[in-house]
């Protein structure tokens, strides 16, 4: 079993990236999937996060209107489209997926499977 986050990179602000998170030895499509960030000295942050099957998402805050989720179950693969990114972006991304669906996604707790993290940095 494995999710193998990758994409990230140095970007200047304003710049774009995308990251992707192709899972391995589980049924990817019947989990959900979540994006988190963490910073150093700080608490991981959520990101955005993505049904199954893909008809709802949603994004924390600090990301709304910039970043966007996506996924392709067939390809076994989630998205992350990041643009506009600014320095306060800067973090490891990583990528988890639940199979059960619950009311604190947002929180990181009770994921299944995470991946390795990808960095992103983004100079201004």
């Known amino acids: 079993v494995q999710l193998q986050a990758s994409g990230g990179g140095l970007v200047q602000a304003g710049g774009s990236l995308r990251l992707s998170c192709a899972a391995s030895g589980f049924s990817f499509s019947t989990y959900h999937m979540g994006w988190f960030r963490q910073a150093p000295g700080k608490e991981r942050e959520f990101v955005s996060a993505?049904?199954?099957?893909?008809?709802?998402?949603d994004y924390g805050d600090s990301v709304k209107g910039r970043f966007t989720v996506s996924r392709e179950n067939a390809k076994n693969t989630g998205y992350l489209q990041m643009n506009s990114l600014k320095p306060e972006d800067t973090a490891v991304y990583y990528c988890a997926a639940i199979w059960i669906w619950r009311n604190d996604y947002r929180r990181g707790t009770g994921y299944d499977y995470w991946g390795q993290g990808t960095q992103v940095t983004v100079s201004s």
């Open positions: 993505i049904t199954s099957t893909g008809d709802i998402t």
